[in-house]
């Protein structure tokens, strides 16, 4: 007799808790609380700083060079668009491995990767170039040409491996964030 009550002791009761384990773990399972949440929010951070772009829907890598003389801007656009007009203005001396630049002539750019977020868009600077011909150190066109297109390659392959050490990927914020972005829209009006 206590065999048969024991019996009917754990089976009626621990096959309920069973079978409201099954349909609470079932249902869980089907309102997808055991997924992983998707770690698409992305945060740059850059000189101690850090800001909050959102799910990244474009990256790539920049350019912008200018070079200067008299305050008179002679070539301004990416580094290899410069580094082309440089070479294209050479083209017609003789030896255009031994041009140099005249004292003054300042050659000034940045690069690195550029992001559009669903929040805000950034450029993240991680090349700079500054050069300057002066009558002592005078500047050969040619290796100007060849630093531009080294910076513009260096760039463009460091680029995956430059935005993956700068950004912080996470789940995206709660519904309070829609409140956040309201209040900066209305503060920045």
Partial sequence: ???ESTKQFMTAPIASI???ITICVTALFAMG????PKQDYATVNFDGGYKKIGVISEQRSFSEAEVIFND????SGTLSYVADEI???MASEKNPENVTWKAGVALNGT????WV???SSFKLTTETINLLSTEESPLLAQQVIEQLLALDRKVK?????SANQALTLSEPPSASFTFTKLITALRDM
């Fill in 1 to 3: 007799m206590s065999t």
């Fill in 18 to 20: 069973i079978i409201t």
């Fill in 33 to 36: 609380s055991f997924e992983q």
């Fill in 72 to 75: 008179k801007v002679l070539w």
């Fill in 87 to 89: 070479k294209k203005s």
């Fill in 111 to 114: 690069a690195g990767i550029s």
């Fill in 117 to 119: 977020g669903s929040e």
């Fill in 157 to 161: 392959d460091e680029n995956e491996a």
